[in-house]
T-cell receptor, first 113, second 112 residues
Framework: QQQVKQSPQSLIVQKGGISIINCAYE??????FPWYQQFPGKGPALLIA?????SEKKEGRFTISFNKSAKQFSLHIMDSQPGDSATYFC????????????FGKGTHLIIQP | NAGVTQTPKFRILKIGQSMTLQCTQD?????MYWYRQDPGMGLKLIYY???????DKGEVPNGYNVSRSTTEDFPLRLELAAPSQTSVYFC???????????FGSGTRLTVV
């Protein structure tokens, strides 16, 4: 049973556009929601993360929007660049996350020049 | 500062063979994790450890074993390899549970 649903599976955006990836979760005990970026042949790397006590967090061109009542969160990449082309994973954990993160299935993002 | 080091990077096993995937971290992290990544399926937790001498099962532990004798090392053992274990395996460590994982570069395993 997948506890974090991610969409779309793949996404093509023109350079300079906004990339939007969505995730929905079921477990109301989740209290930490990170996004990871993965380039081919590499391990995932933490991009940005949010806790449910805030509705938005921004770091440079990357923004997480969080809707606690809808149990949804999304990643927005502003002014998307070809170097942003990668696979993006949303994830969630509860209670400090000692027992690990639950990941979405990933979104393959391509930024066309 | 090497971070999380995984060896080997690639391996081909025959059905029924065994092997150990090595994972070492030099950040003095207590928390360590093994995930497998299959195309279009995200990452699934195999085993995790919250400190030396302590291990626990994740979502997909069948066919695998782990040990954690030191803070630095967290090897993953495959016994009687099966084609279903063909995957990319990632080791991760963190200073605070699920927060701020550092991943290794992965081991691509093919079982034929």
């Amino acid at each position: 049973q997948q506890q974090v649903k991610q969409s779309p599976q793949s996404l093509i955006v023109q350079k300079g556009g906004i990339s939007i990836i969505n995730c929905a979760y079921e477990n109301t005990a989740f209290d930490y929601f990170p996004w990871y970026q993965q380039f081919p042949g590499k391990g995932p790397a933490l991009l940005i993360a949010i806790r449910p006590d805030v509705s938005e967090k921004k770091e440079g061109r990357f923004t997480i929007s969080f809707n606690k009542s809808a149990k949804q969160f999304s990643l927005h990449i502003m002014d998307s660049q070809p170097g942003d082309s990668a696979t993006y994973f949303c994830a969630a954990s509860s209670g400090g996350g000692a027992d690990g993160l639950t990941f979405g299935k990933g979104t393959h993002l391509i930024i066309q020049p | 500062n090497a971070g999380v080091t995984q060896t080997p990077k690639f391996r081909i096993l025959k059905i029924g063979q065994s092997m150990t995937l090595q994972c070492t971290q030099d950040m003095n992290h207590n928390y360590m994790y093994w995930y497998r990544q299959d195309p279009g399926m995200g990452l699934k937790l195999i085993y995790y450890s919250v400190g030396a001498g302590i291990t626990d099962k994740g979502e997909v532990p069948n066919g695998y074993n782990v040990s954690r004798s030191t803070t630095e090392d967290f090897p993953l053992r495959l016994e009687l390899a099966a084609p279903s274990q063909t995957s990319v395996y990632f080791c991760a460590s963190s200073y605070q549970g699920g927060h701020g994982y550092t991943f290794g570069s992965g081991t691509r395993l093919t079982v034929v």
